[in-house]
């Protein structure tokens, strides 16, 4: 089921096939649910027999996150944009935007949100490989600060180092030529930050 966005806790047991799931859609739930009852329950009891009591499980937390994510793999020549489906189970590139001015940037991320629905944002964050900040980063933090201040979604970051590699390497395992690898390599590392984003989020869910 977890495959699928849903997502069981129950101290660490898993409801019987059998027993009833009560499914939401958007909100946290919490419900009980009946274990296989006792044979006796399936047939008539006698006269003399007391009803037999439903063992029922502890509270199950049922929880179904949907929400389509935008990312951004920010560079100094060009922004790549990518998109989850609704359910976080796909991701695909957008396009790559020619950088301007932080004004006009802005403004186009604003618009793709909007046009593609949206709910939140993350934001690639080029952390040094020993995972300190450095320029490229202070860079983007600031960038993710005006997009907050512009947007009515949540805006996240993401560590992004190797990505621009694992983006190369996809794109070869695809044939791409060197040409359209250079033209859609933001893209594609988009993809990656907003993967590694929804695989850190179901961790965490």
């Known amino acids: 089921m977890e495959d699928r966005g849903w997502r069981i806790e129950d101290g660490g047991s898993r409801l019987a096939s059998s027993a009833p799931l009560l499914l939401c859609s958007s909100t946290p739930l919490l419900c009980s649910s ?31 996150r949907s929400m389509r994510v935008l990312a951004i793999d920010l560079g ?14 796909t991701v695909r590139p957008v396009e790559t935007i020619r950088r301007s001015s932080d004004q006009r940037d802005i403004a186009r991320v604003k618009f793709l949100v909007e046009d ?11 952390l ?22 512009r947007l009515e979604v949540s805006v996240f970051t993401q560590d992004e180092r190797l990505t621009s590699y694992e983006a190369e390497q996809m794109m070869i395992e695809r044939g ?30």
């Open 76 to 89: 100094t020549k060009n922004i790549g944009t990518a998109i989850s489906d609704i359910l976080g189970l």
């Open 116 to 126: 593609l629905e949206a709910e939140a944002v993350v934001v690639g964050l080029p």
């Open 176 to 205: 791409f030529a060197k040409s359209k690898r250079r033209a859609r390599s933001d893209e594609f590392a988009a993809m990656i930050i907003l993967q590694d984003y929804l695989l850190a989020a179901k961790a965490k869910n």
């Open 128 to 149: 040094r490989m020993d995972g300190t900040i450095g320029d490229a980063a202070t860079a983007a933090m600031r960038f993710v600060e005006k997009l907050r201040g």
């Open 34 to 64: 009946i274990l296989d009852p006792p044979s006796s329950i399936l047939h008539s009891p006698s006269p003399s027999t007391p009803p037999p009591r439903l063992a029922l499980r502890p509270l199950s937390f049922l929880y179904f």
